[in-house]
């Protein structure tokens, strides 16, 4: 049943910065996007610092089964910390999951710093990959769940896209550093990976605020209430948007209490009902996808694939590695303010095609120069390897958490990311250890194997990804048929699946305001 309110407010993306409530909100929730840069900073670190001989020699000149190792073990930590870093998010909270996470990534990366051999490394890099989980999962929850409607879909698109930003300052730092002759042209870089997550810890401490739904499942209404209010409404708690997003999470927690009545508790409700079934399934698509279509191999072994075409010196690899990393920056910023267009589905479908056409080329050039030594195909290669990162950027990067939080209502948001990042850990650690020993032993002809992935990919979006662009929680669970939520009021779902540009008025006829009078009311 819908409640009577007063007055209806929308609000629009553009218009935050004349709304004080948005802005406070935004400024939290850039807090919670910089947790994602540990992540980026750690992926380009590691590439850099195989180029650095004081590294080879501290770590003692490992093969390339050793790098693959070093380069693993973070998501070995990862697939474990994912096993515990969900039940902490749903029973304690996101916000002491994101400071379990940051201070666990923390003192890793004091121990990485303070390496004397390979085998203390291993250990702060395990350390930090476990501490990632808990970001990764907890992160993209708190950040969608505390999303003003009408802005959701981009904020939630961000937040891997400063995977970027620390991916280029570590690039730039190592490019920097990476012209001292002692092990401090590594240690710093390794220091400067903990900042990030020791900010993400005082935010937490200073009073980032917890998810609403969380707030309500706990029976903590009239705190979730004030929090909607605060944020999306600059303190009115009679206001329409208030109303109605009170009304969305009470609706998805009834499901959710029916559910565990039914005994479907704990972990089984991932696989007890169908609709669940077909999102946890989605879930691990993205996971995979996203990880074995051959980008990878360019992000973390970008130094061994210059000095296969003929790019040996260290200030010639990072400084285009540096480049590398602003371009992959402005192509994924380019995909999260794409995502809420031209939709998630085409989106992806726009990224995986560009990755094949790039793909071919880009065989075709590694192949010539190392048959021929061609200095044109050198190049060509360097220019292929920046667009097979456009391509990729445009979907992979802003969706591959975005889009399985907005499959997963409340009740598994946590579970099902939890079961994405051990996927995408598992995967990683497979596929990033045998990345090294078959660039070695086939140089370019790895590269096909992607192509065949990258065809079965696109394949899978094209018959079974569905379109989220538009829709709430509650339109997202009817869109897998739930019952509960299919019986849910019309009127409400109506108004809510409109896209946010404006929401149900409430009152004796039920009646739901129209866009253009949504609109002439801003």
Known sequence: MTVPVQEIETHRFDKWRKDLGLRKLLAWQATILLSQMTTGYDESVVGSFQSMKP????????????????????????????????????????????????????????????????????????????????????????????????????????????????????????FGTGYMSTSWSWRIPSLIQGVPALFVMLS??????????????????????????????????????????????????????????????????????????????????????????????IAYYFSPILTSIGITSTPQQTGINGGLQIWNLFLSLAGALLADRIGRRTLWLTSFIGMIIVNVPLTISSAMYAQHGFKGASLAVVVFLFLYNAAFNLANNPLLYCYPTELLPFAIRAKGLSIQVAVSQAALTVNQYVNPIALDSIGFYYYIFYLGMLLLGTLIIFFTFPETKGKTEVGLAALFEDPKLNR???????????????????????????????????
Not at 258 to 277: D, F
Not at 278 to 285: D, H
Request: glycine share 10%.
């Open 204 to 297: 937490v401490l200073c009073g980032l605020p917890e998810s609403p739904r969380w707030l309500c499942s706990n029976n903590r209404v009239e705190e979730a209430r004030q929090l909607l209010a605060n944020y999306h409404s600059n303190g009115n708690l009679h206001s329409a948007l208030v109303i109605h997003e009170m009304e969305e999470i009470h609706t998805l927690l009834e499901t959710e209490a029916a559910v565990q009545k039914s005994g479907q508790n704990s972990w089984s409700i991932l696989y007890t009902s169908p609709a669940n079934r077909k999102r946890i399934a989605l879930v691990c698509t993205v996971a995979l996808l996203t990880l074995w279509n051959g980008q990878g191999v």
């Open 488 to 522: 849910a009021d019309p009127v409400m779902l109506e108004g809510l699946e409109a896209g946010f540009d404006h929401y149900p008025k409430s009152c004796e006829k039920s009646a739901v305001i129209t866009k253009n009078e949504a609109s002439n009311s801003l």
């Open 55 to 174: 590294w080879v020699k501290d770590m003692g000149s490992p093969d390339p089964s050793k790098i693959g190792l070093i380069t693993a073990i973070v998501f070995v930590g990862g697939f474990v910390g994912a096993l515990v870093a969900s039940p902490t998010a749903d029973y304690f909270g996101r916000r002491v999951g994101m400071f379990v996470g940051s201070s666990l990534t923390f003192v890793g990366t004091i121990i990485q710093t303070a390496a004397q051999n390979a085998g203390m490394f291993i250990g702060g890099r395990f350390l930090i990959g476990f501490g990632i989980s808990f970001t990764c999962i907890a992160g993209p929850s708190l950040l969608f769940e505390l999303a003003h409607p009408a802005m959701r879909g981009t904020i939630s698109s961000l937040f891997n896209v400063l995977w970027y930003v620390g991916s280029i300052i570590a690039a730039w730092t190592t």
